[in-house]
């Protein structure tokens, strides 16, 4: 399992692949989305609890499906 302070090697890909304009935005989305219906984590993929998070977490988390400990490491300058 990728740790909170990592990149997920699969975001990695996707973005690359994403800003070479070989693959659509929908994919990348699809792997959001499947991340959310899994209830795990986009970045480390741990299982996700959205009840224990605050109402920003929260919505966060259904935008970019990134854990608690995941937001902090890629949102640091912004807290």
Do not use: H
Not at 9 to 37: Q, V
Not at 44 to 57: A, F, H, P, S
């Amino acid at each position: 399992m990728i740790q909170p302070n990592e990149v997920n090697p699969k975001i990695t890909e996707l973005n690359n692949l994403l800003i070479a304009g070989k693959i659509k935005p929908t994919i990348y989305w699809k792997f959001i989305d499947d991340s959310i219906s899994n209830e795990t984590c986009a970045n480390c993929e741990g299982k996700v609890n959205t009840n224990t998070y605050n109402e920003l977490n929260r919505k966060e988390y259904f935008i970019s499906a990134l854990c608690n400990e995941c937001q902090v490491y890629f949102f640091e300058e912004a807290i």
